[in-house]
Structure formats: C-alpha cells, structure tokens
C-alpha cells in the first residue's frame, strides 16, 4: 500500500502533510498544558476566515489567512478581566463568528466557493511544491525558536503568575508562543483544512499525555502518533478516495483508541 | 530596618473594581507579614502588588533594588494532569537564571539540591509531582521558591486543605524558614489562629481596617471582634496566642 508514496506529487503530499501533523502535535502539548484547546479552533477558524477573505478581495489568501490569525492572537493574549468577558466565552464567540462569515464570504464568491470548499475539510492531495517550502520553512522557524526558548515556554505554559514573580517575561513569551501557534496554523490552514490542522494539534498530544509519564516523553510521542496517523490516512485517503483531513483525523482517533485501550487493559491484566 | 517594599498611598485593583484605595504599607527586611481575610477579599491582589506584578492605578510602589520574589501559588491552581517531576518543578524557578539555549549547570543542580533539602523532601526528587500528597506538593512549591535563592517570600495560602499533620508541618518549615533563614515572608490565609503566633505584622481584608498595618501587641479581642464581625475571645494559652 506504501507504494503509492512512489507518486512524486504523492511525496510532496506525504512530507508537507508529516511536517504540518509533527508541529502541530509538538504545539499541541503546550496547548494541552496551557488548557488552551479551544484557542486552536478558534484559531483555525480565523485562519479560514482570513483565506476566504483573500479569495473574496483578490488578495493573497495566505497573507490575508496570516493577518487574521495573528489579530486573533493579539485580541485572545489580552488578559481581560473574568468580570468583563470570560476568556472561555470570547473563544466561543470567535469560533462561531468566524466560522459563520467564512461560509458566507465563500457562498458569495464563485472561485472562493469552488476552493474555499476544502478550508475545512482540506485536502493535501492538491499541495504543491510551493506548498511545501512555506510549510516547511514556517515549521524550521517554530522549531528554531522553540529550541532557543522551550525551557521558559514550559516555564510559563505550567504556572505563568510563578514564573512572572520569578522574574521571567510570562507575557512576551506567552505571546511568541501563541504566534508560533498562529503562523503554523495559517500556513498549514490552506494546504490541509482546518479539520486536519485543529485534530493534529489536539488528538496525538492529548494521546500522549495519557500514555506517558514524562515529559520529554509526550513530546516525542505526541510526534511519532502525527507520523502514524499523517500516513496512515493519507493511504486511506488515496485507496478509498476519502477526503484527507478527515480520513487523518479518522486515523488519530483509531490510535487514541487503540493506545488507550491497551494501556487500561496492560493495567487491568497488572492489577489483577 | 532595610526597607524592601513600600505602598504610598496606592490604589490596586483589577479593570473597574479597586481593592486597595490609599494604601499605606511598609514590608522591611527580615518582616513577616500575614494578610488576612474572607476568599475574595483581595489577598492575592495585594500579594500581587507586592511583586510588581500588579501596578498600582495610582500612588506609587517603591522596591529596593531588584528585589527576586519566590512566589508559592495556591496549591489548587497547579495543574496536576502533567507528569512533571518534583526535581522538574523545583528546576523550573532557575529558568530566567540559566538563560536561553542553555542548560542548568552544577550551580543550579545544587541550589535546586539544598532547596529540597531544606524542605525535607530530598528523596522526592524523582517522584511525579501528581502522586503527592498535599503536604508534600505544599513543600515542592516552596522548594522551588527557595530554589531561585529569594530575598522575598511570598505565599498564597499554603496550609489551605491540608489535614491537620500536613499544616503543622509546613507551619514549622515556614518558622524555620524566618526564624533561623532570616527571610522576609508575607502570607496570605484565612485561617488567622494558624499563623498569628508566626507574624509580626498583619493586615486584615475588612472596610475600616484594610489600610492599618498592625502588630502582635495592638491585638485585642474587641478589635478582632469588629474586624470579624462576631465576638472573639482572643487570649495567650501556654505561651501561644489564639482566637477561642
């Protein structure tokens, strides 16, 4: 079945889709740890939004889905006041809003409507080599910084208002990682769909820390679970002509049960 | 007495709620300040004020120098779904010392190595932090403020939900921490038999008195009476003093 990754716009497919899945699930675990999930989807929301806006106006959709997200990010990193509007509601209201004047710009544009189609759904078969290069330059940048900076991302994602007190910029970094989170979900946003992106940022890091009991462990099995599913759905794609975000998001949800399960009956059969 | 922090006539709040209009406070070396008062009085907020994480909206906060803050949150509020290991979290409070790119060198290994010590959970290093027990994960945050070798202890609440064991233990670390360290402490809690005999100066979360700082020797029974509302009996029993 791995033949059919001998295609040569089928490798193209294969490497972007595994870069897209390994960043996201590596993104993932400090949205899980920051029990920011629902920022991903509203996130992704934006993102599409801002595609939708590029194709109804003309412009670049890539630029246009980058601005959106990154005004998203602005708008969510401003700590308000529980009192005046909850955090939790604000992300509600932005993934509705977003979400719902999306399908509208798409409905009222011919082209937008013939691409802005596969926004949700996405499907990796179509991406190309440019494509490719914005995926994969975008992942090099958020791995180089998260390189420089991961000990005060973890730092600031586990117990922000201790590591403020302890002298550490918690709002500069909470903000550079919201923006690596951003940037990978608009870029990933045209090639994949937002059912891809927000499943790759949440199942296999939500996997994992189940599964593991260290840290450095989540990480790594967070990434090896996106490389699983990422080529596992993308076969099942191909072979059943299935739509690829959701035949991956398929495959996640296969392991998540599949690990789970055997990790709860390793400890029944223990136990008993 | 050195001062370390001071509010002149400050006002702290958050967005259109003020908690602290024209506060008056002076926190000198070697002081232990207990801030008392119902939830959702204000406590964290001035605790807040006093690590300059919250600017007062008016009024000034003077700091002596760069002063370095160990901060214990509130047990609760830690998240626990995280493997992270007792060692882990304790090395977390060295992260803006060892820098990016970097990793933690002797140095920090060892301060990390004394903080545990002095907090009695040295064996616990490798544990998960989610498997303790109350007492000993209040112990881990207060290792990890030790670990970043503080001028400025600040605790939220750390004997909130510990059985009765728990909270005699970590009473008896918090004096040996002032007592014989010399650190500078300022608590919060609502709990006010528990530390009275432990602090010098109290602040006391109630309309009329939020602005006073008081000491042990202004205590009496009818002023806890007006500040709590009901009447107290307030009397020294074999050397320690206590509300009845």
Redesign the interface.
């Known amino acids: 079945m791995l033949e059919i990754f001998k295609e040569p716009f089928m490798r193209i497919v294969l490497v972007g889709a595994v870069i897209t899945g390994v960043t996201c699930s590596y993104l993932g675990v400090f949205m899980i740890?920051k029990?920011i999930v629902f920022m991903g989807i509203a996130l992704s929301q934006a993102a599409a939004l801002g595609v939708a806006i590029g194709l109804f106006a003309g412009i670049s959709p890539v630029a246009a889905s980058l601005v959106m997200t990154l005004a998203a990010i602005v708008i969510f990193w401003i700590p308000f006041?529980e009192?005046?509007i909850s955090g939790e509601s604000l992300l509600g209201f932005a993934y509705a809003f977003f979400a719902a004047l999306a399908v509208i710009l798409v409905a009222k544009n011919p082209l937008a409507e013939a691409r802005g189609l596969n926004l949700i759904s996405g499907n990796l078969l179509y991406m190309g080599m440019s494509d490719l290069i914005t995926i994969g330059a975008a992942a090099a940048a958020v791995f180089a910084l998260h390189?420089?900076?991961f000990?005060?991302f973890?730092?600031v994602s586990?117990?922000r208002?201790?590591?403020?007190?302890?002298?550490?910029k918690a709002n500069l970094f909470d903000f550079i990682l919201y923006l690596t989170i951003g940037v990978t979900i608009s870029l990933s946003m045209m090639a994949a769909g937002v059912i891809f992106v927000f499943s790759s940022l949440v199942i296999p890091a939500m996997t994992a820390?189940f599964l593991?009991?260290?840290?450095w462990k989540?990480f790594f099995m967070s990434a090896i679970i996106a490389v699983v599913g990422v080529v596992t759905g993308l076969v099942v794609s191909y072979v059943w002509d299935l739509p690829s975000g959701p035949a991956i998001t398929g495959a996640y949800g296969a392991l998540f049960f599949l690990l789970s399960g055997t990790k709860i009956l390793v400890g029944a059969v223990a136990r008993s | 007495m050195k001062r370390m922090v001071e509010f002149k006539k400050a006002e702290l709040g958050?967005?259109?709620?003020t908690v602290f209009k024209d506060l008056d406070l002076r926190i000198d070396k070697g002081d232990f300040l207990t801030i008392v008062g119902p939830n959702g009085s204000g406590k964290t907020t001035l605790l807040r004020g006093i690590?300059g994480?919250l600017k007062p909206s008016s009024g000034e906060v003077e700091m002596e120098g760069s002063l370095?803050?160990?901060?214990?949150?509130q047990r609760q509020f830690?998240?626990t779904?995280?493997?992270?290991t007792v060692g882990?979290?304790v090395m977390?409070?060295r992260?803006?010392l060892?820098g990016?790119?970097k990793r933690a060198s002797e140095e920090d290994r060892e301060k990390c190595r004394k903080a545990l010590e002095i907090t009695g959970i040295s064996g616990l290093s490798r544990e998960?932090f989610y498997d303790l027990s109350g007492g000993q994960k209040q112990r881990v945050l207060i290792a990890?403020?030790l670990a970043?070798e503080p001028d400025f202890l600040?605790l939220d609440e750390p004997t909130t939900d510990l059985d009765v064991r728990a909270e005699r233990d970590i009473l008896g670390l918090i004096k040996k921490l002032h007592k014989e360290a010399g650190l500078t402490i300022a608590l919060v809690s609502h709990e006010f038999n528990e530390f009275v005999n432990l602090a010098e100066k109290f602040i006391f979360l109630h309309e009329r008195f939020s602005n006073r700082v008081f000491k042990l020797e202004d205590l009496s029974g009818e002023l806890l009476s007006e500040i709590f509302g009901t009447k107290i009996v307030f009397r020294e029993i074999e050397g320690h003093k206590m509300i009845l």
């Open positions: 740890l029990r006041s009192k005046d390189l420089v900076f000990k005060q973890i730092f586990f117990d208002e201790t590591a403020h007190a302890a002298g550490i820390v593991m009991r260290s840290v989540i | 958050y967005g259109r709620k690590m994480l370095r803050f160990g901060y214990c949150m830690v998240p779904f995280f493997p992270f882990e979290i977390m409070a992260t803006g060892i990016p790119l998960r990890r403020a970043l600040v």
